[in-house]
């Protein structure tokens, strides 16, 4: 680390570099580093008084652009540790076409999946799950919260609700939703999915390990069953640094028909 740091910051020591202030010119730099691979994830970054030393600033702009990288999500602070390079997320492809649960998507790229239970249990439902599932004030709902994580790396929190009369026990539910619910017959077959791009709140960000703030994909999914009765209602939060949800698009031919995009 000590040549790389080397040439990280030396071009910081020549002022006149740039009209831009110090701190935005370190940031760049270490940008820059990871970047080109001359450091590389894990890695640990010098102390701030070093860089402050190598790099001919103070502190307090050093500070100032490793709190920058941190927020976006460059570099990791360990408390009593240092300063890190983030991991690199290896992107997840998840196409839109399928309905699969986590799980099942999961196992098929060869990653091992668990999730970290938040909230399991029967509950009055909330206006929305009443609307969405069909239910009367009267009625119950199931709820299933859980961070899900691939290779030990969180991915998404996932929110579902099922009416209690068909899933009256959630803790029956130690893997795959869908998986359970296919024992008694009421596997969903198809679904409408709302995605939105928001950020993430402070209580979600820790949960993900990702900085307040930071961009994530929000997915709202109806599902149903064969007979178009409403089965799942589910809101789920996915890390914007780790998925990428694929369409594939057909363009209707001169008769109307599904024909292939030239």
Not at 13 to 36: C, F, H, T, W
Request: aromatic share 4%.
């Amino acid at each position: 680390m000590d040549d790389a740091a080397e040439r990280i910051f030396a071009a910081l020591r020549d002022v006149s570099q740039s009209g831009a202030p110090l701190y935005l010119q370190l940031k760049k730099n270490i940008e820059d580093a990871v970047r080109r691979g001359l450091i590389g994830p894990g890695d640990a970054l010098p102390s701030e008084r070093d860089i402050a030393a190598q790099a001919d600033i103070s502190r307090v702009t050093v500070r100032k652009a490793v709190q920058d990288l941190v927020k976006s999500g460059v570099l990791v602070q360990r408390h009593g540790s240092g300063t890190f390079v983030a991991p690199r997320m290896e992107r997840v492809e998840q196409s839109l076409s399928r309905l699969t649960s986590f799980t099942e998507d999961m196992a098929r790229r060869g990653m091992a999946a668990r999730s970290q239970w938040l909230e399991r249990g029967v509950y009055p439902p909330s206006p929305d799950e009443m609307m969405v599932l069909g239910l009367s004030a009267s009625e119950l709902v199931s709820r299933l919260s859980r961070l899900r994580i691939a290779d030990e790396t969180p991915l998404a929190i996932e929110r579902a609700a099922i009416s209690a009369s068909v899933l009256p026990d959630p803790r029956e539910v130690t893997t795959s939703l869908y998986m359970a619910l296919g024992k008694t017959g009421h596997r969903p077959v198809r679904a409408v999915q709302r995605i939105s791009a928001v950020n993430l709140g402070g209580a979600e960000a820790k949960l993900l390990v990702v900085p307040e703030g930071s961009a994530c994909l929000q997915i709202e999914r109806i599902s149903y069953l064969a007979s178009g009765k409403v089965i799942e209602f589910t809101k789920s939060i996915y890390r914007g640094d780790a998925y990428d949800f694929v369409a594939e698009l057909r363009l209707p031919g001169p008769d109307g028909q599904e024909g292939d995009i030239a």
